[in-house]
Nanobody, 119 residues
Framework: QVQLVESGGGLVQAGGSLRLSCAAS????????MGWYRQAPGNERELVAS???????NYVDSVKGRFTISRDNAKNTVYLQMNSLKPEDTAVYYC?????????????WGQGTQVTVSS
């Protein structure tokens, strides 16, 4: 069994910063891509940023230049540094990981962490 545990969400004023962390634990032989998604009320869940095991990154246009995704493979942890936050960044943020297990590879999700940006 694999668990993803997120931390770092909260309330911040516009222009502020937050850093999200997501640690994977359990029976893990390796992790391929890891990513952060977000879902605001009434909206579909969208991919914010992703990172491959080798460190290649991808961002949604609305966060380019403001958010940075990184990972520590030794700790099975992915981070999302969010700077210059805007009210429209308000959402529940979920981490996702493509985990290699004993016999198969599967996608896992964290429980979500609320990020609220006040104007």
């Amino acid at each position: 069994q694999v668990q993803l545990v997120e931390s770092g969400g909260g309330l911040v004023q516009a222009g502020g910063s937050l850093r999200l962390s997501c640690a994977a634990s359990g029976t893990i032989f390796g992790i391929n891509a890891m990513g952060w998604y977000r879902q605001a009320p009434g909206n579909e869940r969208e991919l914010v940023a992703s990172i491959t095991r080798g460190g290649s990154t991808n961002y949604v246009d609305s966060v380019k230049g403001r958010f940075t995704i990184s990972r520590d493979n030794a700790k099975n942890t992915v981070y999302l540094q969010m700077n210059s936050l805007k009210p429209e960044d308000t959402a529940v943020y979920y981490c996702n990981a493509d985990v290699v297990g004993w016999r198969s590879t599967a996608q896992y999700w964290g429980q979500g962490t609320q990020v609220t940006v006040s104007s």
